[in-house]
């Protein structure tokens, strides 16, 4: 059964570092998203990614998130410059249609 | 500001019982997901409800979607410990399909 697949699964990261977080949505997909959770808190949603441009950002999205499908296979989240508070699950997720989504099994991210 | 509000937060039950997990909001939603979350993996779809009115089973399980597509029930019937986890509800908003997701629910079904 197709999934979606992403790596790193933990990576951990000086403050001021630049991450970037990788994901392999489901083969035949669409759209295409990002979200992150804290620690003991709700899923967020960050980003939503449709025709190789962003559709919608929210304001945790800031200038210091980027994302990308730079071969058509991987999406990625960048990270420019990491604060303290960017600790938490990333999870990547995916839709044929835009609301059936599948999600990756995440990666921890860690800024010490 | 869409919020979805899941109650209970915390269901403690015995094998065989039957439960009903609840997922409201003031906002209308164009489709419903139900997830099942383990600890540190990502959210798992069980179901997807689309039209106002909706129910769907999957075994044991019976989810519902509100008629004014503002909340869903999740219902078990004869709980097993193996249905023991977290589970989300997440509502799409707006035309990206971006979800909003309830804070969850913890269900510890005890032997």
């Known amino acids: 059964e197709p999934e979606v697949t992403q790596t790193p699964s933990h990576q951990v990261t000086q403050m001021g570092q630049e991450v970037i977080l990788r994901c392999v949505p489901i083969s035949n997909h669409l759209y295409f998203y990002w979200y992150r959770q804290i620690l003991g808190q709700k899923v967020e949603f960050l980003v939503s990614?449709?025709?190789?441009?962003?559709?919608?950002k929210s304001e945790i999205f800031d200038d210091q998130f980027s994302v990308e499908r730079p071969d058509g296979s991987n999406f990625t989240l960048k990270i420019r410059s990491t604060k303290l508070e960017d600790s938490a699950m990333y999870f990547c997720?995916?839709?044929?249609?835009?609301?059936?989504?599948?999600f990756g099994p995440g990666t921890r991210l860690t800024v010490t | 500001t869409q919020l979805l509000e899941q109650s209970p937060q915390f269901l403690s039950i015995q094998e065989g019982e039957n439960l009903t997990v609840y997922c409201n909001s003031s906002?209308?939603?164009?489709?419903l997901q139900w997830y099942r979350q383990e600890p540190g993996e990502g959210p798992v779809l069980l179901v997807t409800?689309?039209?106002?009115?909706e129910v769907k089973k999957l075994k044991r399980l019976t989810f519902q979607f509100g008629d004014a597509r503002k909340d869903s029930s999740l219902h078990i019937t004869a709980a097993q410990p193996g249905d023991t986890g977290l589970y989300l509800c997440?509502?799409?908003?707006?035309?990206?399909?971006?979800?909003?997701f309830g804070q969850g629910t913890t269900l510890q079904v005890k032997p």
């Open positions: 997440a509502g799409a908003a707006g035309n990206t399909g971006k979800l909003i």
């Open positions: 997720a995916s839709s044929l249609q835009g609301y059936e989504q599948y």
């Open positions: 906002s209308v939603f164009s489709s």
């Open positions: 990614f449709y025709n190789n441009e962003i559709s919608e």
């Open positions: 409800v689309v039209t106002g009115g």
